[in-house]
């Protein structure tokens, strides 16, 4: 009878420790690069989740289209989760038009026929990043700010639902800049008009992870609310940007942060940005490995064993 007693003990604490774990964050990579899933190296990093940028229009732009098919290919070779987000068309002149809802559900429909084991999708990319003069980094200005922007986020959202039924759909992701105000404002925008309301939320928190603070991911989650889950979509260590040089040792630093970051409860997921590294004169580059391709950093260890040690933030 006491040995008995005991093994109920030691199965009912097995029963209390078990939320904890279910509770932890998944990881995965956001690359745009085939290579990723056939280089040596990724494999041991045991990242099931992938992550793709595409233009909403992929399926009628050759070029994109050919780099989403080998993205697509490799991913299924490596058995990887797929999540595409979309944005902006990168046909010449078309970058800075939005496209009607017609227009959407048009090319939605392709993508599903074109890619069909694409089970995750995030309907637009980055939605408070606005475009600025003629440069068509982030998104056009019809979208990015504004109660009518979060109006027409909800009708894509309404066309992502229907198209891909069955499917898990992230209506959008938000950038957390140095000032989040610009991300606060869309979240609280878009609750107030998104029907129904999401059940999955995304957040790009490179400012916090790279400052090695948590503040600005958890004023974003607070405005979001409620219990819908947190996926951080894009997220890591800054090797380089624009001018300025971080090194390996630092961004490896802000890998562990964005660990830590990833303790809270209501982050269910983060994805990497990014496998590989750019080659010297790019103007970003937060690869966990070398441009050569074969060079580990400091961040890859950061990432393979999964570690906050040490973590600032």
């Excluded at 070029?63 to 797929?82: C, D, E, P, S």
């Excluded at 109660?147 to 959202?157: I, P, S, W």
């Amino acid at each position: 009878m006491r040995r008995f007693t005991i093994c109920l003990l030691i199965l009912a604490g097995f029963a209390v420790a078990a939320p904890s774990g279910a509770g932890a964050a998944s990881f995965g990579i956001s690359d745009q690069q085939a290579s990723t899933f056939y280089n040596p190296l990724y494999a041991p990093l045991k990242l099931k989740l992938a992550r793709y940028v595409a233009p909403y229009d992929v399926v009628s732009d050759p070029n994109q289209l050919q780099r989403l098919q080998a993205w697509y290919t490799g991913a299924i070779v490596a058995k990887q989760r797929m999540l595409v987000s979309f944005e902006h068309s990168r046909t010449a002149g078309k970058e800075q038009t939005l496209p009607t809802k017609g227009q959407f559900t048009t090319a939605m429909k392709a993508f599903k026929r074109a890619f069909p084991r694409v089970k995750e999708i995030n309907t637009w990319n980055e939605v408070n990043r606005c475009q600025v003069g003629k440069r068509t980094e982030g998104q056009p200005k019809g979208i990015c700010k504004g109660a009518k922007g979060a109006k027409l986020l909800n009708t894509y959202y309404g066309v992502t639902r229907s198209v891909f039924k069955g499917s898990k759909i992230i209506p959008l992701n938000v950038l957390d800049e140095n000032n989040p105000g610009p991300a606060l404002a869309y979240v609280k925008a878009f609750k107030r008009v998104a029907k129904p309301a999401p059940r999955i939320w995304g957040i790009h928190n490179y400012s916090d992870t790279n400052r090695f603070s948590k503040t600005r991911t958890n004023r974003i989650i607070k405005a979001i609310g409620g219990k819908p889950e947190i996926w951080l979509l894009e997220t890591g260590g800054q090797v380089k940007l624009g001018a300025k040089v971080f090194g390996e040792a630092v961004a490896a630093k802000a890998l562990k942060c964005m660990f830590k970051i990833a303790k809270n409860p209501r982050v269910k997921r983060a994805y990497i940005y990014q496998f590989n590294g750019d080659k010297p004169d790019a103007s970003f580059d937060a690869g966990l490995i070398g441009f050569d391709g074969v060079t580990k950093r400091l961040g890859y260890d950061v990432v393979h064993k999964r570690t906050a040690a040490g973590a600032k933030c």
